[in-house]
């Protein structure tokens, strides 16, 4: 990237910077750009249109336009915060097997991933400082005022490094600095476990809420990352596929078989993991886990949980990546769409059976469950997150240059590992 | 300087004083760096320097570690050290007319909104059939109607009942002080748990972190802890009259004495007596916070 | 192969490997040194003047952002200040809020009477404030004035109401009535609270419907009706019979 006073040349398209020329070049752009295109840049435009006023006016002194009560404090916009945060370290999880191990089936997937952590993060961070309701509080509480009893305030710090990784990595990703890039990678793959993890600490270190307590909630967010960030990818290489982008071939060859085995991989632990909550939840003593368990399997949490989350989000795509048939580029498509859809409904079936179970708080008595219906504006703010990152991806893809480069050393390959302790062959060294 | 003219001036030539070599010489490579580079590497040295240096230098100067003279009290004469502030309420004497609730409301400035209350009167009905119903309408500010108000209770005939006032429990090992990630919630030397409005972001982090539902967030209405909004709010056994050598305020209106109040480490005390001879239990004791509110009668069995 | 050799070669080869991976960390250092070198050269002031100058940047500046975050964190964290996050600021400013209601006993100092009475009736031990509300303005405020009355008024029936009206729960041992059938509306009418005593109720003229027992009322330790002609029974089935047929208190 290369600016001067004058212009901005990014990627081998050049802007101007005067306001007038600036946009001349934005219109011709407009309308030199194919019809489809327009269109659908056109829509996402028009949702965010849509939804800006609904954020603005759930800014002070519009809380109330939440549909949170006392007895249900975290609602759609918590679950929205968590299924981004986790999307973002489940991509560069999902991609660390070819940018940190170098392994060549998953290389395809290197820059594309970063864009969307990046994206995915900033979704996150807006949302949740639009539920807070004095986030510039928060900059100057949490940063100059450690908390280190807060799982929250870990939360924080980790996903707060994983966002100066995430910079550092798409910067030098896109100026020639590969050792660099390596490093920042690599520091992206540790953080992408710890955050997450310490994401599913929030909620597991509290006694209060016995859905949620417990030590399997980390793993449940990390896995759960695992599959929605490979889901993600999934999606966006079958577009890379099927509108011939950059590095179509490749996708096709290599990123989507490479992604269906990682989605079957994620699908498996995910379901393994859930099964055995429900399992726990059957069979425990404590009367809010066992309640909470019987909302999600019989109780008003039934349809979401049975039909979407377990039919759709794990029967279905596992089947689609299993059988023969269906391992086809459009049937990893169907799956990554279906299990994404389902990673979002386990999160919002998460947050609400851990407060479902009837309560008293503050002055109410919450019978038989504890009830809650996301407002308009709640709603319209997380769709507003999506289109934002539809929209930031279109625009990464459309005039930056996302495909593989092989100036990406790997750092710690297996191969390196296997030869140092190679007895010497009359070959000699084979890499 | 030079004369205006079309081209820039150009640069003077300067002998460099004797010793000093130029740096071209020393390291050719140095020339291949940019010059803008250099001056911003340059640059953020100095101020990493800089920074480093005076975050050091003021971490040498404790700010307010064991000085001669204590900062003044919180409530002149009010010594808050060695204060053990125990709470015990009867459910059994309880008889639901909900004079503190109102009095709390009334103390304390809360919201009229009946969805928030500091501290509130739950009715448990067990039924002919043997279901256990809660009811607590508006928080039993209005007192409470003949029957049972609880989903499900319609109809039904009520075998025994009795009355719940729950408020904060200010627990020992309270997880709403642990979870804040601003530390805005906190812990005072007599124990008494407080939220500062100013320093609260409005996560409810500590709300869905109580086990006893004692917080919320206080809605945009016309009174709010501090004039904020959008904080944090829970019951605080009224600091502002326990300092002072008062009873909290639902202690006081209390008609029928089921709320005591004292500082138990008087062993003389009423409060004291009664903990040692009706031995009060907690409520929910397994969550592990170890609440300081103590309860008598039938709350205690049911729980 | 012997076992031995067999080891022995791979220690010489772990050996090998060790070694080369030391000259290659040693290279790396060597490398970085030498970059640190270069850019020391950068950015190395050439004239006397220059290393001045920076070194007094360096230093100046280095203190004035000591000094500033020293100064900073006093303020933002003394226990004196009001604005400072110390939590025993937010503390006082808790423990300083005015109170609303009044301690237990300052009623007496001026309504003696009232309290004296009140301490012996049925409801003894029920403070003022229970029923009369919040009154440290009114035990504050100047005799003779008009901020002594200000706010003030005379508990209505929601107050007793609060207590008295029939619900699940509450003990036998509480007398308890149901507000809608005890066909007076006002209790003050009858009841005494301070006292305990109750007056006859005043004379009404009532329908036979929603009504509690007649014996209730009409018992034999209960009110006498006006121009009640026969001694009080205590089977209510016996009343109905004579008034509901019309012969009752309208008849006259």
């Given amino acids: 990237m290369l600016g001067t006073a004058r212009s901005l040349t990014l990627a081998g398209h050049t802007v101007p910077l005067a306001p007038r020329a600036a946009l001349a070049a934005l219109v011709h752009e407009a309308v030199r750009m194919p019809r489809p295109l327009q269109i659908w840049l056109a829509f996402l435009l028009g949702v965010l249109a849509l939804v800006v006023p609904a954020a603005l006016a759930s800014l002070p002194p519009g809380w109330e336009v939440m549909g949170t009560t006392p007895t249900f404090e975290w609602g759609l916009l918590i679950v929205g915060y968590v299924f981004f945060a986790i999307t973002t370290s489940g991509l560069c999880l999902a991609s660390s097997l070819g940018t940190v191990f170098g392994i060549e089936r998953f290389r395809p997937l290197e820059k594309r991933h970063a864009i969307l952590a990046l994206l995915s993060l900033m979704a996150a961070f807006g949302i949740i400082a639009l539920d807070l309701h004095y986030p510039i509080r928060m900059v100057f509480g949490a940063v100059f005022v450690p908390s280190p009893t807060s799982p929250m305030w870990w939360m924080g710090v980790f996903y707060g490094i994983y966002l100066c990784v995430l910079l550092v990595e798409v910067w030098s990703m896109f100026t020639d600095h590969p050792r660099i890039h390596q490093a920042a990678c690599t520091m992206a793959a540790c953080t992408a476990i710890v955050a997450p993890a310490t994401l599913g600490a929030v909620f597991g270190v509290l006694v209060a809420r016995p859905f949620w307590n417990g030590p399997f909630t980390p793993i449940l967010m990390v896995a759960s990352a695992f599959l929605s960030g490979t889901s993600l990818l999934g999606i966006v290489f079958f577009a890379v596929h099927r509108l011939g982008l950059v590095g179509a071939d490749r996708a096709a060859s290599l990123a989507i078989p490479a992604i269906r085995s990682l989605l079957t991989l994620g699908l498996i632990l995910v379901s393994l993991l859930v099964a055995r909550q429900m399992i726990a939840g059957l069979l425990s003593d404590r009367p809010a886990f066992a309640s909470a368990t019987e909302a999600l399997l019989t109780g008003p949490l039934a349809l979401e949980f049975w039909g979407v989350r377990v039919v759709l989000g794990l029967v279905v795509p596992l089947l689609l990546v299993a059988l023969p048939a269906t391992r086809t580029i459009n049937g990893t498509f169907a799956a990554s769409i279906l299990a994404m859809i389902g990673v979002f409904t386990d999160r919002m079936t998460f947050v609400s059976a851990g407060q479902i179970a009837p309560t008293s708080a503050s002055g109410v008595v919450t019978a038989p469950w504890s009830t809650y219906s996301p407002s308009l504006i709640e709603v319209a703010i997380l769709v507003g997150a999506a289109a934002f990152i539809a929209l930031g991806y279109t625009l990464a893809e459309r005039y930056l240059d996302l495909s593989e480069s092989s100036d990406v050393h790997a750092y710690v390959s297996l191969s390196w590992i296997r030869n140092r302790f190679r007895r010497p062959s009359p070959e000699g060294d084979v890499r | 300087m030079a004369a205006p003219s079309a081209t820039p001036p150009a640069t003077p030539s300067v002998t460099p004083p004797a010793g000093l070599v130029p740096l071209t010489e020393i390291a050719p490579a140095i020339a291949a760096i940019s010059v803008s580079r250099r001056r911003f590497l340059g640059f953020g040295l100095a101020i990493i320097g800089g920074l480093s240096g005076a975050a050091g230098l003021s971490r040498l100067f404790p700010v307010f570690e064991d000085t001669e003279s204590a900062p003044p009290p919180i409530i002149p004469a009010y010594d808050p050290v060695g204060k053990a502030w125990t709470f015990v309420v009867d459910s059994s004497a309880c008889i639901g007319c909900g004079l503190c609730v109102v009095a709390c409301k009334e103390e304390n400035d809360v919201t009229e909104d009946a969805r928030f209350a500091r501290t509130w009167v739950e009715r448990h009905a067990v039924t ?64 008494i748990i407080l939220v500062d409005p100013r320093r609260c972001i409005g996560c409810g982090y500590c709300v869905v972190a109580c086990p006893y539902g004692a917080r919320y967030i206080a809605p945009a209405a016309d009174r709010s802890p501090n004039d904020t909004p959008g904080v944090a709010d829970k019951c605080t056994w009224c600091y502002h009259r326990i300092s002072r050598g008062d009873l909290p305020a639902c202690v006081e209106v209390c008609p029928v004495g089921a709320r005591k109040f004292g500082d138990a480490s008087d062993p003389k ?26 309860y008598l009668g039938p709350a205690v069995e049911e729980a | 192969m012997s076992r031995l050799d067999a080891i022995r070669r791979a220690a010489l080869e772990l050996l090998s490997s060790a070694r080369r991976i030391a000259g290659r960390l040693w290279c790396a250092a060597a490398r970085l040194w030498e970059a640190a070198a270069r850019f020391w050269d950068t950015v190395r002031p050439t004239t006397r003047r220059g290393a001045a100058l920076g070194l007094a940047t360096i230093v100046g500046g280095a203190s004035l952002l000591a000094v500033v975050f020293f100064v900073g964190a006093t303020v933002a964290w003394s226990p004196y200040l009001e604005s400072s996050v110390h939590p025993d600021t937010n503390a006082r400013t808790w423990a300083a809020l005015e109170p609303t209601y009044a301690r237990d006993g300052t009623c007496a100092t001026c309504h003696a009477i009232e309290a004296g009475k009140a301490a012996t009736a049925s409801h003894a031990g029920i403070t003022c404030q229970s029923c009369h509300g919040a009154l440290l303005d009114h035990s504050l405020a100047s005799p003779g004035t008009a901020e002594v009355t200000a706010g003030l008024a005379v508990p209505t029936n929601e107050v007793c109401v609060r207590c008295h009206a029939s619900a699940a729960g509450r003990p036998e041992s509480l007398r308890q009535v149901e507000p809608a059938r005890h066909y007076i509306s006002e209790c003050l009418q009858c009841h005494d609270p301070h006292t305990g005593i109750s007056r006859r109720p005043p004379v009404v003229l009532h329908t036979l419907e929603n009504l509690p027992p007649c014996t209730t009322c009409h018992g034999p330790e209960g009110f006498k009706a006006r121009n009640q002609r026969h001694p009080a029974i205590e089977n209510d089935a016996l009343c109905l019979p004579c008034h509901a047929a019309g012969r009752g208190p309208e008849d006259r």
Avoid at chain 2, 272 to 294: C, D, N, S
């Fill in chain 2, 128 to 191: 002919t059939d043997g279901t256990r119903y809660v009811d607590s309408p508006d928080g039993g500010i209005d007192g409470f109607p003949a029957t049972s108000t609880a989903p499900g209770a319609e109809g039904k005939t009520v075998a025994e009942a009795f009355f719940e006032p729950r408020l904060c429990m200010q627990c020992e090992d309270s997880p709403c002080t642990a979870v804040c990630p601003v530390s805005a919630t906190y812990k005072t030397e007599d124990g």
């Fill in chain 2, 269 to 294: 005390s009423e409060i004291a007596t009664i903990v040692r001879e009706r031995a009060p239990k907690p409520l929910h004791p397994e969550f592990g916070t170890r609440p300081r509110v103590l």
